[in-house]
């Protein structure tokens, strides 16, 4: 796999929503109807992560596409403060993960995109709804470990999972 990652512009906006709609379907019909709902993310939200300079681009060198995206950000994240049925195994500064998604087309994006955030942070973090069942066997299967149970913003669930370098 021949990949580059790149902070996120405002040209990849167009691209960047095509790819939430192809992981909004992916979700839908892997058992996921509810994570992605109304929209999310929203065009205003993802301009906004790429002003911030957090939102991220996977560029396919083959054909220079952008197949994946997604958001690092340095915590500490407020909605991780609280977790419940578990516990976060460490205080380490980290970063989390945010809305990793691809179009499909290439294998193998979720362990890229976690081997190139570790090089900027040793500790991550990572949440996904209880029905993604793809994304917390891709987490787990990348070295991430469940730690209990977050809330977002609106106050739905989530299964927490942190993967720090510095505990192996």
């Not at 090089?119 to 990572?126: D, E, G, M, V």
């Given at each position: 796999?021949?990949?580059i990652?790149?902070?996120a512009?405002?040209?990849?906006i167009?691209?960047l929503?095509?790819?939430?709609a192809?992981?909004r ?6 058992g ?5 709902i109304?929209g999310?993310p929203q065009?205003?939200l993802?301009?906004n992560?790429?002003?911030q ?5 996977c ?6 596409m952008v ?6 950000i ?10 419940e ?8 500064p ?5 809305r990793?998604?691809s179009?499909g087309?290439v294998?193998?994006?979720t362990?890229?995109?976690i081997d ?7 500790c991550l973090r990572a949440d996904?709804?209880?029905d ?6 891709l987490?787990e299967k990348?070295g991430?470990v469940?730690c ?7 106050g739905t ?10 505990n192996k």
């Amino acid at each position: 796999m021949s990949m580059i990652i790149r902070k996120a512009v405002p040209t990849d906006i167009d691209r960047l929503m095509q790819i939430f709609a192809i992981a909004r379907e992916f979700m839908k019909s892997s058992g996921n109807p509810n994570q992605w709902i109304n929209g999310y993310p929203q065009e205003e939200l993802i301009k906004n992560e790429i002003e911030q300079g957090h939102c991220f681009v996977c560029i396919n060198n083959d054909d220079g596409m952008v197949v994946a995206t997604f958001c690092l950000i340095q915590g500490p994240d407020p909605t991780y403060s609280y977790i419940e049925d578990g516990a976060w195994p460490d205080k380490e500064p980290y970063y989390v993960i945010h809305r990793l998604a691809s179009d499909g087309t290439v294998k193998g994006i979720t362990g890229f995109c976690i081997d190139w955030c570790q090089q900027i942070s040793p500790c991550l973090r990572a949440d996904t709804h209880h029905d993604n069942k793809v994304m917390q066997h891709l987490l787990e299967k990348n070295g991430f470990v469940k730690c209990g149970i977050i809330y977002v913003a609106n106050g739905t669930p989530r299964i927490a999972y942190q993967k720090n370098l510095m505990n192996k």
